[in-house]
């Protein structure tokens, strides 16, 4: 029989709630009821589970989760409230003779001043709690959640309004969030080497989660650039290994190498595998099957590959082999034609059952679902497709998964292979296709602000 818990959500990123609850379901091996039409754009989520177990383990790996209640009753009022309350009696009488107990009450988009949760504590008073109250440590705490409308922009004093919620929510707290704090342990600000371009923490933890993540497991970043993935990716237990075409954004200034630095910082520089400098349309992978997951941001505006036979020479950076100057062969590479050629190598370099996790930046008003079914592939099938709005233009995190055992070739990177081979029908032009261009174009111009792709760019 399965039990109903009330999840409280930080109120960001509504579209990744659900993908990043069903892969840490999915790490841990049960299954999660949702309501028939689940509204992210509240902070408030009823699902079933069938062990409180589950939902502990969904409180301490969801970056976004930020309370998990067992859930008692709802309702548009008080009265309403405590009605709904009274019918859920056997979930409750059970703590109400000699259990220590202490309420919290608070609210969304509100503070609810002292007095009143004073009245709102008393108001439960038909429970009949005879245990004593324990603001400490007591051995349950009873969670009171009102939900009023967004305010943000208004000016107005801090209580108004009090008291004209749309909804109340009462649960047993079963505990709070606790991953949510690593959105503060993995800042960029506070990290000892960064780029300009570095993935801000929250994101990385949450792709971190896309991929499962965890002990033991091989995750591969191919566009590496100052590491975030690599960081969140290990602190959840994996081992990875990181390449990119340009060494110096892996290395930084100074020895040992930045991201080196970086992952010591967290505590996890034994789970860096290896970093390594090539293309990764020239990879010296000699098989595939070979990891777990592959997780990155791959570059947009300043994407690139080499072409060339022979390494080209320049004065600015010396090799140490033959002490001439060294400057990585590069040349345009289309956003389209990357995303393609990636989902290709994912399906040559994962594990059956193996997932692919990368940004993808689309026009907003040019954006359909065709875009990314055309990336697919035989053996390919996607999981989560969420986005990250930023006005005209925005950045979809792309969930897809290896569902074959079969084994396949390295992928050939041709340049003439259409992106649109898998659109039936009228050619249809993505809404990410010379994504760089159109950014430069207009999205700068109109003030959009946002991460402009791939982790490329170092210091330190």
């Known amino acids: 029989m399965l039990i109903e818990y009330l999840f ?18 999915e790490l841990h091996g049960f299954e999660i009821k949702f309501p028939e039409d689940p509204d992210t754009s509240r902070p408030f989520m009823v699902l079933g589970l069938e062990a409180e177990e589950h939902a502990r383990l ?35 009488e059970k703590y109400y003779v000699d259990t220590s107990f202490k309420f919290l009450i608070t609210a969304f988009n509100h503070t609810i001043p002292q007095w009143r949760q004073t009245i709102v504590v008393e108001s439960f008073s038909y429970m009949d709690f005879q245990g004593k109250i324990e603001m400490k440590n007591p051995e349950i705490t009873l969670a009171v959640f ?14 108004e309004g009090d008291g004209e919620f749309d909804e109340v929510w009462f649960g047993r707290l079963i505990m709070l969030g606790t991953a ?28 971190a989660n896309q991929t499962l993540a965890s002990p033991g497991k091989l995750i591969y970043d191919p566009f590496i650039g100052t590491g975030s993935m690599a960081y969140t990716a290990a602190h959840f237990g994996a081992f990875v290994f990181g390449s990119d075409i340009d060494g110096r954004q892996m290395r930084g ?8 630095r970086a992952a010591a910082q967290y505590g996890v520089a034994n789970r860096i595998a290896d970093l390594l ?13 070979l990891f777990d997951a592959i997780v990155t941001d791959p570059p947009c505006n300043r994407a690139s590959a080499s072409n060339h036979p022979q390494p080209l020479r320049a004065k600015s950076h010396p090799r140490p082999s033959d002490d001439q100057p060294y400057i990585p062969p590069m040349k345009p590479y289309e956003l389209s034609e990357l995303a393609r050629d990636l989902v290709l190598l994912a399906r040559h370099m994962l594990r059956p059952r193996g997932r692919l996790v990368f940004f993808l930046p689309t026009v907003t008003d040019e954006y359909a679902e065709v875009d990314v079914r055309a990336m697919l592939c035989p053996g390919m099938e996607l999981v989560a497709n969420s986005l990250q709005n930023f006005g005209s233009w925005g950045r979809r995190l792309i969930t897809i998964r290896k569902t074959t055992t079969e084994r396949f070739p390295r992928p050939s990177f041709d340049p003439e292979h259409a992106v649109t081979e898998n659109v039936v029908g009228e050619a249809h032009v993505p809404a990410h296709k010379d994504f760089r261009e159109k950014y430069f174009q207009g999205f700068g111009k109109k003030g ?13």
């Open 8 to 25: 409280v959500f930080a109120q960001v990123h509504d579209e990744f709630r659900v993908p990043e609850l069903l892969s840490i379901s």
């Open 58 to 92: 969904l409180a301490q790996r969801c970056i976004l989760v930020r309370y998990v209640c067992e859930f008692y009753a709802r309702g548009k009022t008080y009265d309403e409230l405590h009605e709904n309350t009274r019918l859920q009696k056997p979930r409750w």
């Open 146 to 159: 009102e939900e009023y409308p967004d305010k943000h922009g208004t000016t107005r004093e801090k209580t």
């Open 448 to 460: 959009d602000v946002g991460d402009d792709g791939g982790d490329t760019a170092g210091t330190g």
């Open 180 to 207: 949510r704090p690593l959105v503060k342990t993995f800042d960029v600000k506070k990290r000892v080497y960064f780029g300009n371009t570095s993935m801000e923490a929250e994101m990385s933890l949450l792709m």
């Open 253 to 260: 200034k100074v020895k040992p190498p930045g991201i080196v």
């Open 277 to 289: 400098t090539f293309d990764v349309t020239q990879n010296p992978w000699r098989c595939g099957d």
